[in-house]
């Protein structure tokens, strides 16, 4: 059983659409992590979310905290083909050294 | 600047073959991590050594061992082979633990027969 939890596993839309990662946990994390990783690459860090019911945005992508510090969205506004890769959910929860990594959805955007 | 670097980039091993995957970093980072990812798996930490000198099992230990060379380099040794182990390793550093950015090297594809 994965502390995080990411759904949906798998994605598939039209370039023009928006989409929604969802993060969940039953645990508290200290912060949380997204990273996107493209075939044949190592994840690269896109944003880190520290304080519960942060929202951060980087271009058309938003990144939510829950309140809790329990959960986390990743929202992609107008996605492109540029967009697709895989999107990996990390946090660390409360006293531990190390990071969690969620299972991951694979996102394709189709022209 | 090379950021983390990982050899081999592919390796075919058989069943109860040995080898070591060699992993470096250039950012003088405290903090090295090798995870294995598998489909469906996400990324599962097999050791992680938060300082040089130091090394600690991660979710998914058995059948490997690691070396923390100094403060650059961090092998991960597979003793005898298995097909379990075929999967894709990845290492990675941070400048210390926690919440830290981790920096991911290319991977290498590993393949047991």
């Known amino acids: 059983t994965q502390l995080l939890e990411q759904s949906p596993q798998f994605l598939s839309i039209q370039e023009g659409e928006n989409l929604t990662v969802y993060c969940n946990s039953s645990?508290?994390?200290?912060?949380l992590q997204w990273y996107r990783q493209e075939p044949g690459e190592g994840p690269v860090l896109l944003v880190t979310?520290?304080?519960?019911?942060e929202v951060k945005k980087l271009k058309r992508l938003t990144f939510q905290f829950g309140d809790a510090r329990k959960d986390s969205s990743l929202h992609i506004t107008a996605a492109q083909p540029g967009d697709t890769g895989l999107y990996l959910c990390?946090?660390?929860?409360?006293?531990?050294?190390?990071?969690?990594f969620g299972a991951g959805t694979t996102v394709t955007v189709r022209a | 600047n090379a950021g983390v670097t990982q050899t081999p980039k592919f390796q075919v091993l058989k069943t109860g073959q040995s080898m070591t995957l060699q992993c470096a970093q250039d950012?003088?980072?405290?903090?090295m991590y090798w995870y294995r990812q598998d489909p469906g798996m996400g990324l599962r930490l097999i050791y992680y050594s938060a300082s040089e000198g130091t090394t600690d099992k991660g979710e998914v230990p058995n059948g490997y061992n690691v070396s923390r060379l100094n403060k650059r380099e961090f092998s991960l040794r597979l003793e005898s082979a298995a097909p379990s182990q075929t999967s894709v390793y990845f290492c990675?550093?941070?400048?210390?633990?926690?919440?830290?950015?981790?920096?991911f090297g290319p991977g290498t594809r590993l393949l047991v027969l």
């Open positions: 979310v520290v304080t519960g019911g």
């Open positions: 990390a946090g660390n929860a409360l006293g531990d050294y190390k990071l969690s």
């Open positions: 950012m003088n980072h405290n903090s």
């Open positions: 990675a550093s941070s400048e210390q633990g926690g919440g830290e950015t981790q920096y």
């Open positions: 645990s508290v994390f200290s912060s």
